[in-house]
């Protein structure tokens, strides 16, 4: 991108300048246009190539760099209960009979 140009456009101008000056400003605002479609472009191919990784393109995993990506946990919803099984109650078995020989 070209630095900006340091033209100062005076108040007293006449007609005839006046008409250059207007002239000049359409010329330089069409040259900026250009050059900020140009830069939309590139961000956006910029944007594109960042991205990209192993599972979405043609890289391999090794260029991925040391982030690894998040693991896709459980997408079932939460029930609210509380977790675990039956609650064991111990001493409140059935006991041995006694067997009477007889």
Do not use: H
């Not at 100062?8 to 005839?16: N, P, Q, T």
């Not at 830069?39 to 260029?63: D, F, H, Q, Y």
């Not at 079932?76 to 067997?99: C, D, F, M, N, Y």
């Amino acid at each position: 991108m070209a630095p900006p140009d340091e033209t100062v456009y005076g108040d007293e101008v006449s007609a005839g300048g006046r008409e250059a000056v207007i002239a000049a400003v359409q010329a330089e605002n069409a040259v900026l246009r250009s050059e900020i479609t140009a830069l939309i472009a590139r961000l956006a191919e910029l944007e594109r190539r960042l991205g990209l990784n192993s599972s979405n393109s043609g890289k391999p995993p090794s260029s991925d760099g040391l982030k690894k990506l998040p693991r896709v946990s459980s997408l079932r919803e939460p029930s609210g209960k509380a977790t675990g099984g039956q609650k064991k109650l111990w001493g409140r078995r059935r006991g041995v009979g006694i067997i009477v020989a007889g």
